[in-house]
């Protein structure tokens, strides 16, 4: 599933990766969190960037997935996608 940067009051409050899309369709950013909504409810660092280079009609799609798996699907995500806003590859444990 998929929806708006602006809409994030429906985002799951499950553990899970999420992958936030330009415009375009192309992948700029991979995370994880415990609970996707509380992650970007509270403010996420990258929002304004994401927000002032690809404008509020970027999306953010996630798939959920069990806490004790988020960093392996984390990490393949972001060498897969290779994301612009993901400074580095998150560690495998």
């Known amino acids: ?5 602006c809409n994030i009051n429906l985002l799951p409050k499950a553990s899970g990766i999420y992958k936030v899309r330009d415009p375009l369709g192309e992948v700029v950013y991979v995370g994880q969190s415990i609970n996707i909504y509380q992650r970007w409810k509270n403010g996420h660092e990258k ?8 404008g509020m009609e970027s999306t ?7 806490r004790w798996l988020l960093n392996r699907a984390e990490n393949a995500a ?14 495998v444990v």
């Not at 599933?1 to 940067?5: E, L």
């Not at 929002?47 to 690809?54: P, W």
């Open 78 to 91: 972001v060498a897969f996608h290779e994301p612009e806003l993901n400074a580095r590859t998150p560690s």
């Open 60 to 66: 953010i799609e996630w798939t959920l997935i069990p």
């Open 1 to 5: 599933m998929a929806v708006s940067i």
């Open 47 to 54: 929002f304004a960037i994401i927000v002032e280079r690809y």
